[in-house]
């Protein structure tokens, strides 16, 4: 956020964090004169995450480093919302530059990602609608149930064939 010139600036709300990370991360926005751009919420239930996602235009994984894909992906893709990411291997397992503006992970790169998403209504709705598309098609219940058949066909191939799908299942 400091990388954008002031009129550049979204409003950026932060959800989530222990109690003395907000408080060092409000004192580092209050040092960084974005006092006015960052809201710095804490946690907050996980029944609401749905209301604050769909009142986002832009969602942000700034992560710097892992291995492990972080679960809050595949709420902000489901969202239907563009995603911004730093290009590293806990995002590039489930993003791709047709679902997220993935940056190289510097402030330089993430504020460019950022602003170009800010500028273009079209990038972030193509982005939006591409991720929920794959959250759906490749990470929603009916492929983890192809998935887990899959895996215990190969585990157990003679065991014959399986039991016909729940309405769950087929729904």
């Known amino acids: 956020m400091a990388a954008l010139a002031p009129a550049e600036r979204p409003a950026l709300v932060v959800i989530g964090g222990k109690a003395d990370h907000v408080a060092q991360h409000r004192q580092l926005a209050l040092q960084c004169g974005l006092e006015g751009d960052v809201r710095l919420l804490g946690p907050r239930p996980l029944d609401g995450l749905g209301r604050y996602l769909a009142q986002a235009d832009i969602l942000c994984s700034p992560r710097l480093k892992g291995r492990n894909t972080p679960m ?41 990602g950022l602003r170009r998403l800010c ?48 309405a769950l299942e087929a729904a």
């Open 119 to 166: 500028a273009d209504d079209a990038l972030r709705a193509r982005l939006g609608e591409a991720a929920a598309a794959r959250a759906r098609l490749d990470y929603g219940h009916a492929a983890f149930v192809d998935r887990l058949r899959r895996a215990y066909a190969v585990l157990s191939p003679d065991a014959g064939t399986p039991p016909p799908p729940t």
């Open 72 to 112: 809050k992906i595949f709420s902000y893709m489901a969202s239907g919302k563009a995603l911004l990411a730093t290009n590293i291997e806990s995002h590039s397992q489930v993003l791709d530059a047709r679902c997220a503006m993935l940056t190289p992970a510097t402030a330089q790169d993430l504020a460019q």
